[in-house]
Structures are given as structure tokens and as C-alpha cells.
Nanobody, 119 residues
Framework: QVQLVESGGGLVQPGGSLRLSCAAS????????MGWYRQAPGKQRDLVAS??????NYADSVRGRFTISRDNAKNTVYLQMNSLKAEDTAVYYC??????????????WGQGTQVTVSS
């Protein structure tokens, strides 16, 4: 089994910064992609950013403000969020697309962490 544990959410003022972390643990053979999604009340869950071994991808709404990075040795992904806006308020979910030790490929989700941008 695989677990994703997120941390780093909270309340921040507009223009402020937060850093989210997500650590994957368990029966992991290889992580293919890790990413962050977010879901605001009444809206669908959307991709914020994702990262593979050789590429990153960002939603247009966060490009230039958010930076995704990954520590393969720790199976951990980070999301540095700068210049935060009220519209960034949402529950942020970590996602991992990975191969387990039995070489089965599967998607895993974290429990979510609340980010609130408000004065």
C-alpha cells in the first residue's frame, strides 16, 4: 500500500507565500509523476502543477507564481506558492502516479490540505 501525507497549508494574506509538501511512502518501485491539484467549494478538482523526472507543467493561472519541485530520494514533492491571491483559496491535493513493487501502475491521492488566502 502507498500513502501520501501532505503538510504546509494554512491561512495567508494576499501577496504572501506558502510551501506545501507531500511525502509518499509504502510499496513504491518508481514514481512516474507527482502533482498538485486543488478544489474550491462548488468547483471541480483541477491540476495546479505536475512534475516528472524531466519536465514540469503548470496551470496558466499559477505559472510564474508557483514552483513545483521534487526530491526523488525522499519521494517528496513540494509546491512553493508565491504572490498568493484570494482565488488560490482551495483544498490542495497531492497526487502520485507510480509503479508499486509488484509493477502495478496506479494513482494515489493525499488527504488534502486547506489553503486560505484572506486579509
Amino acid at each position: 500500500q502507498v500513502q501520501l501525507v501532505e503538510s504546509g497549508g494554512g491561512l495567508v494574506q494576499p501577496g504572501g507565500s506558502l510551501r506545501l509538501s507531500c511525502a509518499a511512502s509504502g510499496s513504491i518501485f518508481k514514481i512516474i509523476t507527482m502533482g498538485w491539484y486543488r478544489q474550491a467549494p462548488g468547483k471541480q478538482r483541477d491540476l495546479v502543477a505536475s512534475i516528472t523526472d524531466d519536465s514540469t507543467n503548470y496551470a496558466d493561472s499559477v505559472r510564474g507564481r508557483f514552483t513545483i519541485s521534487r526530491d526523488n530520494a525522499k519521494n517528496t514533492v513540494y509546491l512553493q506558492m508565491n504572490s498568493l491571491k484570494a482565488e488560490d483559496t482551495a483544498v490542495y491535493y497531492c497526487n502520485a502516479d507510480l509503479l508499486s513493487w509488484d509493477l502495478r501502475r496506479k494513482d494515489y491521492w493525499g488527504q488534502g490540505t486547506q489553503v486560505t488566502v484572506s486579509s
